[in-house]
């Protein structure tokens, strides 16, 4: 089946009463827990009790089914943010003595969070995000190796290919944030990722409304950790599991779109004089782009554009001041165009020194690219840009 088709039809819902086919929101807390006429306890199809809404909810549930096909995982749990998903992750899996080994250009928060489980014996290794640096750093200590696809704001592709296979020699797991790329474009589970964790919040449910994370992994696995999701408490809330399932409908189509808009914008920006250098792993002069390309499906590099403009943080904030159409604000993967510059939002706590190395520069501005029409965006950007002309 294929991803445009999946997200439509994945969820496995019917209503035999009624004959909807639409999943509808449970908004409930409880549930009878047993069958009065048999006696037998009300589980639902992964063996649990339905019962109560912390621990499992059938709008939560069919939302699940269309995420485990489109990342082509055996099961998978849905969180109240990606955050969440991380938390319960890392909580679960890590345990005293044990190290994570994640990318140094993972997102902040991420960071933040793993470098404080050292309050629980637990230490977070950081490495450059590429395949070799990151092997470089596993010991006979790591228990997880945590990157991301493509990297937040500089865009750097890792071989995950490459790393998967050495992870799974050496025995650790492999986790794989895949919110930037999404499924529609590449999917680390068939490429020997062990988890595939999602901030939902952003192309995956795709309207800028809703806060929501995912987990997609092994049956082994996901029933570990959803008893974790129980313990911490952090499912995803009906409605909001509602809202990305519709949201989800359109991903495929929605990503191709992106993707196209941010190739225009890329190969516009990597022309003009006011630009001194454009990211975007699909523009063949990036060091990226064939990494990019052996990974990533139907020419599609996802639709975040990042560039540095001539000048130095005065001149990035002045075109950030300036824009009309795009919305200054640090998200990514909705409709509307977002720009931030990263030094003064996902990478403000960031070491200056490893922002050197990471190349997140003062003169640097992310752009999630929209929906909109593409002559539209460019016309703002262009406007914007005459501001340090
Ligand atoms: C936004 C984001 C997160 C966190 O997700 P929330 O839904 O905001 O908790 C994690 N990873 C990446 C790559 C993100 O962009």
């Not at 190796?145 to 493509?150: I, L, S, T």
């Not at 911490?232 to 196209?260: M, N, Q």
Request: charged share 25%; net charge negative.
């Amino acid at each position: 089946m294929g991803d445009q088709t999946t997200v439509i039809h994945g969820h496995e819902y019917f209503d035999e009463k009624y004959g909807s086919f639409i999943v509808p929101i449970y908004q409930t807390a409880i549930f009878e827990q047993i069958i009065r006429e048999t006696g037998e306890r009300r589980v639902s199809d992964r063996g649990v009790d339905l019962k109560y809404s912390r621990e499992e909810n059938p709008t939560v549930r069919h939302l699940e089914k269309v995420l485990t096909k489109l990342e082509g995982g055996e099961d998978s749990l849905c969180f109240s943010s990606g955050m969440a998903a991380i938390s319960t992750l890392f909580i679960g899996l890590l345990k005293k003595g044990d190290e994570v080994v994640l990318s140094k250009e993972a997102y902040g928060t991420t960071i933040q969070l793993a470098q404080e489980l050292s309050k629980f014996g637990v230490e977070a290794k950081l490495a450059y995000p590429r395949a070799e640096d990151i092997i470089e750093a596993i010991s006979s200590k790591t228990k997880l190796v945590f990157v991301e696809a493509m990297t937040n704001p500089t865009l750097k592709v890792i071989d995950i290919k490459h790393l998967a296979e050495h992870c799974r020699d050496e025995g650790v797991t492999l986790v794989v944030d895949n919110t930037f790329v999404t499924p529609v474009i590449y999917k680390p589970l068939n490429d020997g990722a062990k988890i595939v964790i999602h901030s939902l919040t952003k192309y995956l449910a795709g309207h800028n409304d809703v806060i929501a994370g995912a987990m997609i992994s092994s049956t082994e696995i996901i029933n570990e950790l959803w008893d974790w999701r129980r313990k911490l408490g952090c499912i995803t809330a009906p409605f909001d599991a509602y809202l990305v399932l519709r949201g989800l409908k359109t991903l495929a189509l929605r990503v191709k779109r992106h993707s196209e808009n941010a190739m225009v914008v890329a190969e516009f920006l990597e022309d003009d004089p006011r630009v001194k250098e454009v990211l975007y792993p699909g523009l063949p002069s990036s060091e990226y782009h064939e990494v990019a390309k052996s990974l990533f499906r139907d020419g599609l590099y996802g639709g975040v554009v990042s560039f540095k403009v001539k000048g130095g943080f005065k001149e990035a904030l002045r075109v950030f001041r300036s824009v009309k159409l795009i919305r200054p604000s640090p998200s990514l993967g909705g409709p509307e165009s977002l720009m931030t510059v990263p030094v003064l939002s996902i990478a403000a706590k960031m070491p200056k020194e490893i922002r050197e190395e990471l190349g997140i520069t003062d003169n640097l501005i992310r752009l999630s690219v929209g929906l909109e029409d593409v002559d539209d965006i460019i016309e703002d950007l262009d406007r914007s840009l005459q501001s340090i002309q």
